[in-house]
């Protein structure tokens, strides 16, 4: 059984069904119903400024509990709502909820920013900016403690289009990121074309940094080029001190990653806040 075999009810469903397609559809059902059954909640992962060890934002991240196979992962159900089409109101849920979260945690006292991940399909929608901007109005949040983050791959297919609806974005006061950098396209020159703030290395390049020195060259490489293009850098997947610390020596901005905490639902963040002297990083 499940306990026995130290695996929860969704990755036993996942090892039992071995038809890819019922397995889906079945997923898709519950997909649909998870909005309205509220299983959908978000947690929030600190990003940090190496220097000061200043919490200076978190990243929005999406859970699903679904009622009987329990925890789902984003990296199982955001390219099935993707295939589907319910991206659409699950990101405009994430979005509005991520900025309802900002504003209380701002009455709290911290203003850290908040970084959204962006859907493709949804960036790619006409009435993206439209969406995104109502959600802004409706929930009165400080755009400029907005980040969104978007993928190499969602930004190139459209170079010429894609220039203007950044353009427009950043007319609504908020950031943009690079998330994932270092995976997605291979042409570099978008990096100065387009309006961008940061660069999130990926964290497949931060694994190996205090032992490989293919990898370490390519992170300093990164962190470089960025400063050259006058963006901001953020490390992502930073899991212990040796690899802070030559983030920390080779002046990446920011680092992000279980080193500092796990994705936390927000009372723990709040409370970590409150106490957060970044002391125990040192
Ligand atoms: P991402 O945006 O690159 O998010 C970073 C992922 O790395 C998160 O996984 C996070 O929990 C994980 N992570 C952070 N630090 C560490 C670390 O030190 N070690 C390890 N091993 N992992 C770390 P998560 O939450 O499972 O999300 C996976 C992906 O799903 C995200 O990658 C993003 O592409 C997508 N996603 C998650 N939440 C949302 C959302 O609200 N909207 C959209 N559109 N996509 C989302
Ligand atoms: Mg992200
Ligand atoms: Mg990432
Ligand atoms: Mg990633």
């Not at 405009?92 to 493709?120: F, R």
């Not at 006061?173 to 990096?191: A, H, M, N, R």
Request: proline share 3%.
């Amino acid at each position: 059984d499940a306990k026995s075999s130290g695996k929860n009810q969704y990755e036993l469903f996942h090892q039992d069904m071995h038809q890819d397609e019922s397995k889906q559809m079945m997923l898709e059902t519950y997909l649909r119903k998870a909005l309205e059954r509220n299983e959908l909640y978000l947690v929030y992962h600190p990003i940090v400024d190496t220097e000061s060890l200043e919490i200076v934002s978190v990243e929005a991240l999406v859970r699903w509990k679904q009622k009987t196979l329990g925890d789902i992962p984003p990296s199982e159900f955001i390219p099935l709502a993707e295939e589907t089409g319910l991206i659409v109101p699950l990101s405009e849920w994430i979005i509005q909820k991520a900025c309802e979260d900002l504003n209380s945690i701002h009455v709290k006292g911290t203003k850290i920013s908040m970084n959204i991940n962006v859907s493709a399909l949804h960036f790619n929608q006409d009435g993206f900016i439209k969406s995104l901007n109502e959600i802004f109005q409706k929930t009165n949040v400080s755009t400029r403690h907005i980040v969104l983050e978007l993928t190499e791959s969602m930004i190139m297919p459209n170079a010429v289009e894609t220039v203007d609806k950044l353009v427009k974005l950043k007319q609504l006061g908020i950031k943009l990121s690079i998330d994932d950098f270092g995976t997605g396209y291979s042409s570099l020159s978008y990096l100065s074309r387009f309006p961008l703030d940061t660069l999130k290395i990926d964290q497949s390049f931060i694994k190996g940094i205090a032992m490989y020195k293919e990898n370490s060259s390519i992170v300093e490489a990164i962190i470089m080029m960025a400063k050259r293009l006058n963006l901001n850098v953020v490390a992502e997947g930073v899991e212990n001190k040796k690899q802070y610390e030559r983030l920390k020596k080779e002046k990446c901005d920011y680092i992000q990653g279980y080193y500092i905490t796990q994705p936390l639902p927000k009372h723990k963040l709040l409370a970590l806040l409150h106490n957060w002297e970044g002391n125990n990083l040192i």
